[in-house]
């Protein structure tokens, strides 16, 4: 890898701050969705989870045993504009930061800070939210406030994280928050706007708009590098000599990371085999305008190339054959013409004793070095950072005879051989790879699943008010991976 390599851990302000009706934070969707009765798989929430608010030092001190030189974290919108309004800001929330900018930066670590992690001010939410055009000034607004205060110090930022996530789980299946159940849903038709489609559009306005301003207003003084995160699963034919499998695999990938990456890193717009479909199925159902906003001539300038690398979070890989009558209701979504799945002769995250860990999560480190060289050839040869990959098992804290998973054999197995295909894709291949974060830290608030699926390089003991925070194995072969 380069000399300057960005070695990292990442994590996200909701899964580990905690304090989150503290010192004057605004509520979150985030803090509404997840005191939903039935919302979270255990009945919990993020209201104290590693209480990183109060132990930050700690977290500090973790990441310079790693020998980590970056952290990737987010910023908490309704922590620093609890109205989210920039010009009543929340001293405290201001202060907390910029403690917390200056100690990484006093031990050497450089921020990489995320603006979006998904949760939005719930007086935002109340507003229309990611549905209304207004969030885009809001957005700007917000973004505006944090170059402000921390860009002297802060030289990598990510707008939004995963908005295609954002959009399919938040607003299509609703299990995300704000839990609104769109068209998106095989479950729910209740939603005529489609939610999902017009959020994708705000997303990329606010990301776009927040590029050009700090482009326009901060860049010179600041200098620093911004872009968005994509994720994405890679995907393959089933049976690459089958054209429908190809197209069927192409079609994922186009309707998942295309979405976000042909708008931003190549023309613009989504991607032709995207509008084409939705257009097909927008027809068939009586519509006369695709459910897919069309951007304008104008937007699509606003749009492309706001970027100055490329954010990828990439966990494991899916098989694609087109979808028929049998396996429909498999379909992710109305809208997806594509049937995938994993070969089952694949290794599962998970352990001995709960062997499946994330239900999604199988482990297929060839796809990343595949999908590295895809992202390259296909949007131009950018910059990449890895922003995300990691690997979790199941816990249960009612199980008694569950145990910390320290020797996390597993996930050594799994940072080993995914970064092996990273240097493969940056040896072999040539992709222009600058960075490698690691989700994640330490054990947090894993959205929808709760505490029940641990992605930590650290062990986090939630049943003990101080949170106490153990290294499992795979910090030690981290380490290892970063000094050698
Ligand atoms: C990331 O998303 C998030 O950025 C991060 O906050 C999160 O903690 C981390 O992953 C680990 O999950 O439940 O079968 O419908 C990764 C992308 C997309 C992966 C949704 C899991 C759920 C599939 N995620 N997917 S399923």
Redesign the pocket.
Known sequence: FRKDFMWGAAT?SY?IEGAWDKDGKGQSIWDTYAHTEGAIEDGTNGDITCDTYHKYLEDIKMLKRLKATHYRFSLSWSRLLPTADSSAPNAAGVAFYNKFIDGLLANNIKPCVTLY?WDLPQCVQDKGGWQSEDVVEKFKEYADFCFSQFGDRVKLWVTI??PH?QCG?GFGMGIHAPGIKGQFSPIYHTDPMNACYQVSRTMLLSHAHTYRMYSSKYRAKQNGLISITL?SDWCEPKDPSNPDHVKAAQFYIDATLGWFAHPIFKDGDYPDSMKEHILEMSKAQGLKNSRLPVLSEQEKNLIKGTYDFFGL?H?TTRLAEQITDETQAFAIHPDMPSFVYPDPSWERAGNDRLPIG???LFIVPTGLRKLLNYISKTYGDPSIIIT?N?C?TKHSVNNPGDTKQLEDEQRCRFITSYLNEALKAHLLDGVDLRGYFL??LMDNF??AAGYT?R?GLYHVDFEDPARTRTPRKSAATFTKIIEE
Do not use: I, K
């Open positions: 996200a899964q992690h994280n995963e996530v789980f994720n979070n966990y994330s239900e999604w995300e990691g979790s989700w994640t894993e959205w699926e992605f």
